[in-house]
């Protein structure tokens, strides 16, 4: 049974507790790990730890920090298999997708914020004949960093990389469900030279480990990727201590298909962008919205598709969908099946679980499901479901899409396929959401702003828009 540890100070440590807690593998149904039941003493010794770190991390060139990161990002791309399989393994998503997906784009993550950093710049303004003013942009201090389940590594990394960039120290807690490849990354950081206490990652329970991050007065800024009710609650707990927060929330992202599109393009990507990782990324679109006058054609070549979908055990290179996260989300999801059809809809395919042979057949697996015949206001279109549910819908007019797709209260991405570009350009203007794709779907520059409006969350993750996150500015007046 592999027991994990706590990484604090450049030590993998136990926890105060001395206990742990089960981590089930997806693919199989059982346990395979054990993970530390950190608390507040663990975060406390983890601040001691950082705040010491803090004026040797902070006080280094940005260039020395970028070194000591870009090393961090090959370290990991030089144990590149150990941190797949260990993805998969954890989250029972094919090891396919851990390969081209999750680890790449954490060594990607260090790699970018490693090498923005130096690129870095704060803003002046010249006040005719009066004098100037300049902005310094200093590290807060120590930051926390909570992550969720669905991509792992990718992240984490996207969080705790420009935090370190910018100079701060970091305690840090990945979801008590995927811990595995936070725990192998200690090891990384250290043999790339990370000075001892910059980088603390602790497991845990979030209720306990990561409300003890949030509730800690010396950690600064708290940035939250996770649930939308979670993110309220860390919202009312940090706001009184004045702390600042970054929250990526939840998602209930709309499709929009206009009879103009490239019809084969946007199947093949509706699928990727209905399925992949069994559903479970938050920029999947689980509304689709199709015009009328294509309405039953992609109805039928739709299904057909989803149809051929293999739902194996992850370690099959066949598999183009893996084991749900864990048996309490998978009975989540297949209750909104249930939801769906007490709400009028039907499901043209899949809605149930699906039972492998030994030794997979306790693994938390189902099929692809597309319901239609359901309001777009129901509950079932409305809630996140984070599964591999979509429905699909038909419209009449571009106003009505709008509506509809503007209907939920959260507003994280929206996609969008026609060949119409005024039309387009409406609607990307249009769309209450953070991130508009059209005619595509996961395309990602990591420059670029990324996070969601309404209950989608506060704040933008990405470029520049996470090195200001992680840095105060300080506005200094120079009088001629
Ligand atoms: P949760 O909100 O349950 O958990 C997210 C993280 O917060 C976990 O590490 C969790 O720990 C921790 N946590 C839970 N309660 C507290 C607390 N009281 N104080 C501090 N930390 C806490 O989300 P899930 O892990 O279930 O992730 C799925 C959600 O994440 C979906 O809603 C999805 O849409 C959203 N998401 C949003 C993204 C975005 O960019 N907007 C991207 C990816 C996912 P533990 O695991 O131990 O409970």
């Known amino acids: 049974m592999i027991k994990l540890q706590n990484f604090i100070n450049g030590n993998y440590i136990a926890p105060?507790?001395?206990?742990?807690?089960?981590?089930?593998?997806?693919?199989?149904?059982?346990?395979?790990?054990?993970?530390?039941?950190?608390?507040?003493?663990?975060?406390?010794?983890?601040v001691q730890a950082a705040e010491k770190a803090f004026p040797i991390w902070s006080k280094m060139s940005s260039e020395e920090r970028s070194k000591i990161l870009v090393k961090l990002s090959e370290g990991i791309e030089a144990r590149m298999d150990e941190f797949v399989q260990a993805e998969s393994r954890d989250n029972g998503k094919p090891v396919s997708l851990a390969a081209h997906v999750d680890i790449p784009r954490a060594v990607s993550n260090f790699h970018f914020f490693a090498t923005a950093i130096t690129h870095f710049a704060s803003e002046s303004h010249y006040m005719e004949g009066e004098g100037i003013n300049f902005t310094l942009r200093k590290p807060i201090g120590i930051v926390g960093c909570i992550s969720p389940w669905n991509l792992p590594l990718y992240l984490f990394s996207w969080k705790i990389a420009p935090a370190l960039a910018a100079g701060n120290c970091v305690?840090?807690?990945?979801?008590?469900?995927t811990p595995y490849?936070?725990?192998?990354?200690?090891?990384?950081?250290?043999?790339?030279?990370?000075?001892?206490?910059?980088?603390?990652?602790?497991?845990?329970?979030?209720?306990?480990?990561?409300?003890?991050?949030v509730k800690h007065k010396k950690i600064k800024a708290v940035s939250f990727t996770g649930g939308t009710k979670t993110g309220e609650y860390l919202a009312r707990t940090a706001a009184p201590m004045f702390k600042k927060l970054s929250l990526e929330l939840g998602g209930k992202n709309p499709v929009i298909i206009f009879d103009d599109c490239d019809f084969d393009e946007m199947l093949s990507t509706t699928i990727r962008s209905s399925f992949a990782n069994q559903g479970q990324i938050c920029l999947c679109g689980s509304r689709i919205f199709v015009q009328r006058t294509i309405y039953d054609k992609f109805k039928t070549a739709f299904v057909e598709k989803v149809n051929k979908a293999i739902v194996s055990n992850p370690t099959d290179p066949k598999a183009n969908m893996g084991a749900l996260v864990s048996l309490p989300h998978l009975e989540k999801v297949l209750s909104y099946v249930e939801l769906a059809k007490e709400e009028g809809g039907t499901v043209l395919t899949g809605g149930t679980r699906v039972q492998l042979e030994a030794p997979y057949d306790n693994g938390y697996y189902m099929r692809p499901t597309v319901i239609e015949g359901l309001a777009f206001d129901c509950r079932t279109n409305q809630e996140e479901i984070f599964g591999p549910v979509v429905t699909i819908t038909p419209f009449d007019t571009e106003e009505e899409a709008l509506m509809m797709a503007n209907s939920t209260e959260y507003g994280l991405q929206?996609?969008?396929?026609?060949?119409?570009?005024?039309?387009?350009?409406?609607?990307?203007?249009?769309?209450q959401s953070g991130i508009v794709w059209i005619n595509c779907w996961m395309v990602r520059d990591l420059r670029t702003p990324f996070g969601g409006t309404k209950s989608s969350g506060v704040g933008r993750e990405g470029g520049w828009e996470a090195l200001r996150f992680f840095t105060e500015p300080k506005n200094v007046c120079i009088k001629y």
Request: aromatic share 6%.
């Open 16 to 46: 105060t507790s001395n206990e742990y807690i089960d981590n089930f593998e997806p693919a199989t149904g059982q346990v395979y790990s054990l993970i530390p039941d950190s608390d507040e003493r663990d975060v406390e010794m983890a």
């Open 171 to 177: 305690v840090a807690k990945p979801s008590e469900i």
């Open 181 to 213: 490849t936070a725990y192998l990354l200690g090891q990384v950081a250290k043999d790339a030279g990370m000075p001892d206490g910059v980088l603390n990652i602790l497991h845990g329970l979030g209720s306990k480990v990561g409300d003890a991050i």
């Open 414 to 431: 929206t996609t969008l396929w026609t060949n119409d570009l005024k039309r387009a350009h409406r609607i990307a203007d249009e769309a």
